[in-house]
């Protein structure tokens, strides 16, 4: 029988989510609990509908020639590595095809040991590009802002230095949380550590998931909270030093 993956929905064209235009796939699961999730509703796997590799691979090829030189498929969530097991099957099948591979993860189930990293491995073989997320650089406020720990996350992003696989580095940033300049310095020495990133960007919080928090009877914690300014997002971005990856990458 085929290894099936919960999916929580496609996007067939999408063109902010790696290099080039993506078909992005939209996992169902996650560890992570954050204040700010815009995803509640991918929080449980079995919420999903199940797909094989073959059936999303198909429907994603079905799109093939709006990718350009650059273009392919990108997994999302919820938690791509949540599903570690179909995730390899479908990037294993996806170079297969020559399809180019990127998972957008905030690494919460990643951890270097036993069978669960050997998978882990075998995957970055057949991913081209990561797109990751730190939620916070402060233990104790990542703690509080997802529920769990981010020492193995700061690992992962160790582990994918290592072995040189390219990253894009994204940063959400809410005021009274995340939008704290001494939190930021923090942030960008942790990425001058790195020598595989190839873009870091600011993602301004935004609390239009609202209304999905209500559908689901589920409390949103940030509710009062606004949006930061487009000054505070531009402090952000010079602390960062996002025009430098940028050029870099150029």
């Given at each position: 029988?085929?290894?099936?993956?919960?999916?929580?929905?496609?996007e067939?064209?999408?063109?902010?989510?790696?290099?080039?235009?993506?078909?992005?796939?939209?996992?169902?699961?996650?560890?992570?609990?954050?204040?700010?999730?815009?995803?509640?509703d991918?929080?449980?796997?079995?919420?999903?509908?199940?797909y094989?590799?073959?059936?999303?691979?198909?429907?994603?090829e079905?799109c093939?020639?709006y990718?350009?030189?650059k273009?392919?498929?990108?997994?999302?969530?919820?938690?791509?590595?949540?599903?570690?097991?179909?995730?390899?099957e479908?990037?294993?099948?996806?170079?297969?095809?020559?399809?180019?591979?990127?998972?957008?993860?905030?690494?919460?189930?990643f951890?270097?040991?036993g069978?669960?990293?050997?998978?882990?491995?075998?995957?970055?073989?057949?991913?081209?590009?990561?797109?990751?997320d730190i939620k916070?650089i402060?233990?104790?406020?990542?703690?509080?802002?997802?529920?769990?720990?981010?020492?193995?996350?700061?690992?992962?992003f160790a582990?994918?230095?290592?072995?040189?696989?390219?990253?894009?580095?994204?940063?959400?940033l809410?005021?009274?949380i995340?939008?704290?300049?001494?939190?930021?310095?923090?942030?960008?020495?942790f990425?001058?550590?790195l020598?595989?990133?190839?873009?870091?960007?600011?993602?301004?919080?935004?609390?239009?998931?609202?209304?999905?928090?209500k559908?689901l009877?589920?409390?949103?914690?940030?509710?009062?909270?606004?949006s930061?300014?487009?000054?505070?997002?531009?402090n952000?971005?010079?602390?960062l030093?996002?025009?430098?990856?940028?050029?870099?990458?150029?």
């Amino acid at each position: 029988m085929a290894l099936s993956g919960y999916i929580h929905q496609l996007e067939s064209f999408g063109c902010a989510d790696g290099p080039g235009s993506r078909f992005i796939i939209f996992f169902s699961g996650c560890p992570f609990r954050c204040l700010y999730c815009h995803n509640p509703d991918t929080w449980e796997m079995t919420r999903g509908k199940p797909y094989t590799a073959d059936e999303l691979l198909d429907e994603a090829e079905s799109c093939r020639d709006y990718w350009g030189k650059k273009g392919g498929i990108t997994v999302s969530g919820g938690e791509p590595l949540a599903q570690l097991d179909f995730l390899l099957e479908l990037f294993t099948k996806a170079k297969e095809r020559g399809i180019n591979t990127c998972i957008d993860t905030a690494g919460g189930p990643f951890k270097r040991e036993g069978e669960w990293f050997e998978k882990f491995k075998k995957l970055m073989e057949v991913t081209d590009i990561l797109l990751v997320d730190i939620k916070h650089i402060n233990e104790e406020e990542h703690k509080k802002l997802t529920g769990l720990t981010g020492k193995n996350v700061r690992d992962m992003f160790a582990y994918l230095d290592e072995i040189k696989k390219p990253i894009w580095i994204r940063h959400v940033l809410v005021p009274g949380i995340t939008d704290n300049d001494e939190y930021l310095t923090q942030t960008r020495d942790f990425i001058r550590t790195l020598h595989n990133v190839e873009r870091v960007e600011i993602l301004p919080y935004h609390g239009l998931a609202i209304s999905k928090y209500k559908d689901l009877g589920i409390e949103y914690p940030l509710e009062k909270t606004e949006s930061p300014t487009q000054e505070r997002v531009e402090n952000a971005r010079a602390i960062l030093e996002c025009e430098k990856y940028v050029k870099w990458k150029e």
